[in-house]
């Protein structure tokens, strides 16, 4: 079987059009259709038919896809990591939310300059949703994401996740109030991220619990705006604790139910045997340990 073709099924198993795949991919959609019936050609059965005006993939289709991921993991692994053993070499891409990329990534840079001087890590900052786009067109090499556990993302099945730690997360008013039940925020105004929208979903799940819709007046990505916008009067959001926050802005502790952000690496699945990635992941699982 040709790889490409498998290409194009596991995209149009992911994507459901080939329209979008022809995009995703930088072709005409009538090369995605040729290449999907050559390879039914190939494995000598229908992988995809009609549904309305669309198609949608059989079940040897669906089956083919499974497989897809593993085949087209192993020609990229075999492409990419010729000699596992060998000194780690070029640029590793990597994005990543801010935080991530401070508590994560930043402390073993230096000792990976020292141990591997011909690895160069370049850094992108991007939230989650930017960083899984980047790492799906092979833009960037590894993601370092966050969901919450109140607020779970979705992996793919050609992604290899680690998890890297966890922070608790509170709720971050003037420094001059005292912890009072959620409910009583119902009339408050709201700060939540302006680039991902995961802790917008946890919010409403608070509230929603709490008997209320909150009123959500801005949205913020830097976490030291978040700061200036609360001492300022202007609204109340969620943040990390044990963060050094602006004085004036006080962290209270969510418990009922608490809120935990979990922060991951997120590669594609084979690329982890590329000697530089495989290193800058153990650095990270043990710099997280």
Same mark, same amino acid.
């Given at each position: 079987?040709?790889?490409?073709?498998?290409?194009?099924?596991?995209?149009?198993?992911?994507?459901?059009?080939?329209?979008?795949?022809?995009?995703? !991919?930088?072709?005409?959609?009538?090369?995605?259709?040729?290449? &999907?019936?050559?390879?039914?050609?190939?494995?000598?059965?229908?992988?995809?038919?009609?549904?309305?005006?669309?198609?949608?993939?059989?079940?040897? %289709?669906?089956?083919?896809?499974?497989?897809?991921?593993?085949?087209?993991?192993? &020609?990229?692994?075999?492409?990419?990591?010729?000699?596992?053993?060998?000194? =780690?070499?070029?640029?590793?891409?990597?994005?990543?939310?801010?935080?991530?990329?401070?508590?994560?990534?930043?402390?073993?840079?230096?000792?990976?300059?020292?141990?591997?001087?011909?690895?160069?890590?370049?850094? !992108?900052?991007?939230?989650?949703?930017?960083?899984?786009?980047?790492?799906?067109?092979?833009?960037?090499?590894?993601?370092?994401?966050?969901?919450?556990?109140?607020?779970?993302?979705?992996?793919?099945?050609?992604?290899?996740?680690?998890?890297?730690?966890?922070?608790?997360?509170?709720?971050?008013?003037?420094?001059?109030?005292?912890?009072? =039940?959620?409910?009583?925020?119902?009339?408050?105004?709201?700060?939540?991220?302006?680039?991902?929208?995961?802790?917008?979903?946890?919010?409403?799940?608070?509230?929603?619990?709490?008997?209320?819709? =909150?009123?959500?007046?801005?949205?913020?990505?830097?976490?030291?705006?978040?700061?200036?916008? &609360?001492?300022?009067?202007?609204?109340?959001?969620?943040?990390?604790?044990?963060?050094?926050?602006?004085?004036?802005?006080?962290? !209270?502790?969510?418990?009922?139910? =608490?809120?935990?952000?979990?922060?991951?690496?997120?590669?594609?699945?084979?690329?982890?045997?590329?000697?530089?990635?495989?290193?800058?992941?153990?650095?990270?699982?043990? %710099?997280?340990?």
């Amino acid at each position: 079987m040709d790889p490409r073709r498998l290409r194009l099924l596991l995209e149009l198993s992911r994507l459901g059009s080939m329209h979008e795949v022809a995009a995703e !991919l930088g072709t005409t959609t009538s090369a995605v259709s040729q290449g &999907i019936a050559a390879l039914a050609r190939e494995v000598g059965t229908p992988l995809v038919e009609p549904d309305g005006r669309r198609v949608r993939l059989t079940p040897a %289709g669906t089956r083919l896809a499974d497989h897809a991921v593993g085949i087209l993991a192993a &020609i990229d692994a075999a492409r990419l990591d010729l000699d596992p053993a060998s000194e =780690p070499a070029g640029v590793l891409r990597v994005a990543g939310f801010a935080s991530a990329i401070r508590r994560s990534l930043l402390p073993v840079m230096d000792d990976l300059a020292h141990t591997h001087p011909r690895l160069e890590v370049r850094i !992108l900052e991007h939230e989650p949703l930017e960083a899984f786009d980047l790492l799906a067109r092979d833009d960037v090499d590894l993601a370092l994401t966050y969901d919450y556990d109140l607020a779970p993302a979705s992996w793919r099945t050609d992604h290899e996740v680690t998890l890297l730690g966890t922070v608790a997360w509170g709720l971050g008013v003037p420094a001059r109030e005292r912890r009072a =039940p959620f409910a009583s925020y119902a009339d408050r105004d709201w700060i939540v991220n302006s680039r991902n929208t995961a802790d917008e979903e946890v919010l409403r799940m608070l509230a929603s619990m709490a008997g209320f819709t =909150p009123r959500i007046t801005h949205r913020i990505d830097a976490l030291e705006l978040v700061d200036d916008l &609360i001492v300022a009067g202007r609204g109340i959001g969620l943040l990390p604790r044990g963060r050094a926050s602006r004085r004036g802005v006080r962290v !209270l502790p969510l418990t009922d139910p =608490p809120v935990t952000m979990r922060t991951y690496a997120v590669v594609r699945r084979g690329r982890d045997r590329w000697s530089p990635l495989r290193t800058v992941l153990d650095a990270l699982a043990a %710099g997280s340990s």
